[in-house]
């Protein structure tokens, strides 16, 4: 024993073991990546225990070092993962990261944090005001920056891998696709009202032609072919959060890059829109591209904000006006909605209608469907009329 390190109270200390001038034990080590590392703890049985559980996570291939990082940082290395994403989908999830970090639970190191401690978490949230689909959002990101760090052998685990509804009441309003009667409702009231009549051509094109709000802020009458009756969907009009400026993209996935059919409907409000935007004198230029068909009144391409809000106030007024027959809430994306399920619900294969939504996963396409139980009754009795003939024929 002699030659052996000691610490004040004469216990032998073990390699790498030491005892610091304030008393408390520390513990230096090689992590798998190559940097060394220190942990510390006030008593030499704690220490040995942290010892312990270092032993067990380099047996299991697990980083014990990066387990340490806080819920935070974690996101954060996830989201850089995600840069090459589209714009609109890398904003989305920053701001759903921004507002985790304001959760005090969200400085807990990953390592710390059990499912029950997550499942707590989230009905506390809840319990305090945030709605169910804050939630999901927030599970969204976690769940895969927690697989993330389980690939990166920094945990065993995934603590977000439950269901939502085995922890939180589903308290979300469900989005509805409009209908017949609502579509018509909307459009006249657009149509005839002056304060709001130029927002019914863009209603009847996203209604029609069933592209994402983004879509249609990126057309240019470059992309308008009149003639053979075809809309261009190549690319999207997005602006930075904070206003600063305008961003052109891609479409949002390969597929969205397609071409859609110009009804009568859609051509006449195309060419009002046209008309419209000549009025301007100068025409605006965005990444070197020009000719965008709807302007704001101060002369700029517009985006999804010009759009919703007035749409949102448009709705507010005629409700205000027709306390009998009042609209339901309306958003421009709600028309991609409408026109998914019209589509299915009138014969379309569900590969066309994928195709014509610009949705890599049929999967996606099926979940902006929305069931009518007025047309499925019509179908069902349709069918049952074609199998009565047929059996009356026999």
């Not at 005001?129 to 939630?135: H, M």
């Not at 099926?366 to 139980?373: F, G, K, N, Q, V």
Request: with cysteine; proline share 3%.
């Amino acid at each position: 024993m002699a030659g052996k390190r000691k610490d004040k109270k004469g216990r032998i200390l073990l390699k790498n073991e030491s005892e610091r001038s304030d008393g408390r034990y520390q513990y230096r080590y090689t992590d798998v990546f190559g940097k060394r590392q220190t942990f510390y703890a006030p008593t030499l049985d704690e220490l040995r225990q942290k010892e312990k559980e270092l032993q067990r996570a380099l047996d299991n291939g697990i980083s014990y070092s990066g387990g340490k990082m806080t819920i935070n940082e974690l996101v954060e290395k996830y989201l850089a993962l995600k840069s090459r994403k589209c714009y609109s989908t890398v904003t989305t999830y920053q701001s759903w990261a921004d507002s985790i970090k304001q959760e005090p639970f969200s400085q807990r190191s990953i390592c710390d944090v059990t499912k029950q401690d997550a499942q707590l978490w989230f009905q506390k949230m809840q319990e305090t005001g945030r709605a169910y689909s804050t939630l999901s959002a927030y599970k969204k990101l976690l769940k895969p920056a927690f697989s993330m760090a389980i690939d990166s052998k920094l945990l065993l685990q995934n603590p977000f891998d439950f269901r939502m509804d085995s922890v939180a009441s589903n308290d979300t309003v469900k989005r509805n696709a409009l209908t017949d009667e609502v579509i018509t409702t909307l459009l006249d009231f657009l149509k005839n009202d002056k304060q709001y009549a130029r927002y019914y051509d863009v209603c009847v094109v996203l209604l029609y032609t069933g592209m994402r709000v983004s879509e249609f802020c990126g057309l240019t009458t470059s992309d308008l072919d009149f003639e053979q009756r075809t809309i261009s969907i190549n690319k999207q009009l997005l602006r930075r959060n904070d206003g600063s400026r305008y961003i052109q993209r891609m479409t949002k996935t390969k597929a969205g890059m397609r071409t859609l059919f110009m009804s009568d409907a859609v051509s006449e409000s195309l060419h009002n829109m046209i008309r419209e935007r000549e009025k301007q004198k100068v025409s605006p230029m965005i990444d070197q591209c020009g000719g965008f068909l709807m302007l704001t009144r101060q002369g700029n391409p517009v985006v999804a904000c010009n759009l919703e809000v007035p749409l949102k106030k448009a709705v507010t007024k005629y409700n205000a006006e027709h306390p009998e027959k009042l609209l339901p809430r309306i958003t421009p994306h709600i028309f991609r909605h409408t026109f998914c399920s019209n589509m299915l619900n009138d014969g379309v294969s569900l590969p066309n209608t994928q195709a014509m939504m610009g949705h890599e996963n049929p999967n996606t396409t099926l979940t902006y469907a929305h069931p009518d139980a007025t047309q499925a009754m019509a179908e069902m009795a349709r069918i049952n009329r074609q199998r009565e003939q047929a059996r009356a024929s026999v």
